[in-house]
C-alpha cells in the first residue's frame, strides 16, 4: 500500500482563547485509498486531540461530515487524497458561523428545514382499516431523486445567495418542500406554499445552480427551485386572471 | 461555556472571484446588459423612424460604422451565450415526464436549438 506525506491545512478556532480562526498544518502520512476524514482521524488520533469535527458514518449517508476541501464543499468522507495534491486545506462549510474548529452552527438550517414541514400531510384523514396509500413507479419517480437528500447543507455552502442574504430558505428545504408537493399521496402543499413561496423563499434564487454541481447525492435542488418558480407563477396567473378557477 | 460563533462575512463585491462556476454564473448575468442595451438601439430606431427618412437614414449609418458593427458583434456574442446557456439549463427547469422515464434532458435542449434554427431561418429568409 503506497503512503504519501500530505501536509493538512486546517483551519482553528477556539471560542474559549480565539478572537480569529488560524490554520494549524499538520503533516499526515496517508494512504492512497485515504479520504480526507482519515487524514483528519489520523490527526485526532496521533497529532492532536484537541481538533474538533462532524462525523459518524464514513460512507456518506449520514451528512455529518461536509467541510470546504481546497475550497470546495465536498463530504470529506467521499474526498479521495489521491485526487488531491500534497498540500489540502480543509475549512468549516462556509455561510456558516464556525462554533469550534471544522464544527458549524447549524440551527439556522434546522430551523429552515422544519419550516417548509418536510413530512407527508394527507389529503384526508384515512382510518387504518382502509389500508395502505397506494403509488405507481410513474408517481414514485416524480419526487424520488429528491428523497435521496442527506441534509448535508453542501448546497447552503456552495450558494452566494444564500451567503449574501443569510434569510434565504436555501436549495436543501425547497427542494424538500418539493419532493413532498409531487408526492401523490400529499395534501398539504398550500401550507408550504405560504413559507417557499415567499420573497425569502423560492423568489431569492437566481439560478447559480452551485447546489446541483456540490451535491455528493446527484439531487439536482436547482432543477426543483426553478419548478418551484414555475409552479408559483402559474398559481399567482390563475388567483389574479383567473379568480374564478379552483386551485 | 458560553458559546462565541464566529462569522465569516462574505465579500459583497469580490466573491464570484473565488470560484469559476461563480464567474460563469456572473458571465451570463452581465450579458443581460448588452440584451438591454440592444433593446434600447431598437427604440431608438423606431424614434428616428417617426422623425422621417433622412434621421432613419442617418441611424442606419451609424450601424454600418465601425463602432456600430462593433457594437453589434459584442451584443451578438452576448446574445448567444445568454441563450445557449438558458437553452442547456432547461431539462432542470421544465422536465418532462413520459410513463416511468423522463424524456432525456438532450432531447428538450435540442429541441430548443431546432425551434431557435428554424425562427433564424424564417428572420434571415424573410428579413432579406
Same mark, same amino acid.
Given at each position: ?6 501536509? &493538512? ?16 498544518? @499538520? ?47 465536498? &463530504? ?7 485526487? @488531491? ?31 417548509? !414541514? ?24 416524480? @419526487? ?35 419532493? @413532498?408537493?409531487?408526492? #401523490? ?26 447546489? #446541483? ?32 378557477? !379552483? !386551485? | 461555556?458560553?458559546?462565541?460563533? $464566529? ?28 440584451? %438591454? ?20 437614414? %442617418? ?8 463602432? %456600430? ?8 456574442? *452576448? ?30 435542449? %435540442?429541441?430548443? $436549438? *431546432? ?14
Amino acid at each position: 500500500m503506497s503512503e504519501r506525506q500530505i501536509q &493538512l491545512e486546517v483551519l482553528r478556532y477556539n471560542p474559549e482563547t480565539d478572537t480569529e480562526p488560524r490554520f494549524q498544518t @499538520y503533516s499526515v502520512p496517508c494512504l492512497n485509498e485515504w479520504v480526507v476524514l482519515d487524514a483528519l482521524n489520523y490527526v485526532k488520533d496521533n497529532l492532536d486531540t484537541t481538533l474538533s469535527y462532524r462525523w459518524s458514518c464514513h460512507m456518506a449517508v449520514c451528512g455529518s461530515c461536509g467541510m470546504m476541501i481546497n475550497g470546495e464543499p465536498k &463530504l470529506a468522507c467521499k474526498a479521495f487524497i489521491h485526487e @488531491y495534491p500534497d498540500k489540502i486545506r480543509v475549512e468549516p462549510l462556509a455561510n456558516f458561523p464556525i462554533e469550534r474548529d471544522l464544527v458549524t452552527v447549524v440551527e439556522d438550517f434546522i430551523t429552515k428545514f422544519a419550516s417548509i !414541514k418536510p413530512y407527508l400531510i394527507p389529503k384526508e384523514d384515512k382510518p387504518i382499516s382502509a389500508g395502505e396509500y397506494k403509488q405507481s413507479p410513474a408517481e414514485l419517480l416524480k @419526487y424520488k431523486q429528491y428523497t435521496l437528500c442527506i441534509n448535508c447543507m453542501l448546497c447552503y455552502a456552495a450558494c452566494p445567495q444564500y451567503g449574501l442574504v443569510p434569510e434565504f430558505l436555501g436549495p436543501a428545504a425547497i427542494s424538500m418542500a418539493h419532493r @413532498y408537493n409531487q408526492d #401523490s399521496r400529499d395534501g398539504g402543499r398550500d401550507q408550504r406554499q405560504e413559507v417557499i413561496a415567499s420573497h425569502e423563499g423560492v423568489w431569492e434564487c437566481s439560478f447559480v445552480g452551485a447546489c #446541483s454541481e456540490v451535491c455528493p447525492k446527484h439531487v439536482d435542488p436547482a432543477g426543483a427551485l426553478q419548478q418551484v418558480k414555475v409552479a408559483s407563477t402559474i398559481d399567482w396567473y390563475k388567483e389574479h386572471l383567473m379568480p374564478w378557477v !379552483k !386551485k | 461555556m458560553s458559546r462565541k460563533p $464566529y462569522i465569516r462575512e462574505v465579500p459583497k463585491t469580490s466573491w464570484f472571484f473565488r470560484q469559476p462556476r461563480y464567474m460563469r454564473y456572473m458571465a451570463r448575468e452581465v450579458t443581460c446588459i448588452f440584451i %438591454g442595451a440592444y433593446a434600447l438601439l431598437l427604440v431608438v430606431a423606431v424614434k428616428r423612424l417617426a422623425q422621417g427618412p433622412d434621421a432613419f437614414q %442617418g441611424f442606419l449609418d451609424a450601424l454600418h460604422s465601425p463602432l %456600430g458593427v462593433l457594437f453589434n458583434l459584442a451584443v451578438l456574442v *452576448a446574445a448567444v451565450y445568454h441563450s445557449t446557456s438558458w437553452f442547456n439549463v432547461t431539462p432542470q427547469a421544465m422536465p418532462i415526464q413520459r410513463g416511468e422515464e423522463f424524456v432525456p434532458g438532450k432531447m428538450i435542449v %435540442g429541441a430548443h $436549438y *431546432a425551434a431557435w434554427a428554424v425562427v433564424s431561418l424564417i428572420v434571415l429568409i424573410w428579413g432579406v
